[in-house]
């Protein structure tokens, strides 16, 4: 059954990320610093290298895709929740080469040159992340 869960809107922040930082560390501690547990991402802004991963369905492991070259981050979208106890970033990134050729995927890692986060609070009964072993993915679920 597909769950729906409604939350509200809380605060909002307007971040900018250290040069040479690693982003998904960066904005998964920004979101514990300011005591955000869960929300929605976006960023935009460039990275000098990065790792995206492309789910294979079948073998039920990421394929890791590297980008060992600057890029644009033309769009990066993803969420926050509880995975494990621990605020957890989900995102997923379209990147554009110096010929405006994207690539996109899930956002494993990548090294900031610049970039502008919005990361936007939500609040009320949070979903956890629980291990779905249709997907072998961790999958929200309903909180305990
Ligand atoms: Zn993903």
């Not at 869960?5 to 960066?26: G, K």
């Not at 790792?51 to 079948?58: A, K, L, N």
């Not at 494993?108 to 249709?134: I, K, M, N, Q, Y």
């Amino acid at each position: 059954m597909s769950l729906i869960q409604e939350l509200r809107s809380a605060r909002c922040f307007l971040c900018s990320l250290d040069h040479d930082a690693e982003i998904v560390t960066s904005i998964t501690n920004l979101a514990e610093r300011l005591g955000v547990k869960v929300g929605a991402v976006a960023a935009i802004g460039a990275l000098q290298r990065a790792e995206i991963g492309y789910y294979d369905q079948v073998a039920h492991e990421y394929r890791p895709i590297e980008i060992d070259r600057p890029v644009e981050i033309a769009s990066l979208n993803g969420n926050l929740s509880i995975r494990e106890g621990k605020p957890f970033l989900h995102a997923h990134a379209t990147l554009a080469d110096s010929e405006g050729n994207v690539r996109g995927g899930h956002l494993t890692s990548g090294t900031v040159f610049a970039a502008e986060v919005c990361l936007r609070e939500l609040v009320g009964r949070p979903p956890v992340r629980r291990h779905d072993p249709t997907t072998d993915l961790f999958l929200w679920s309903e909180t305990d």
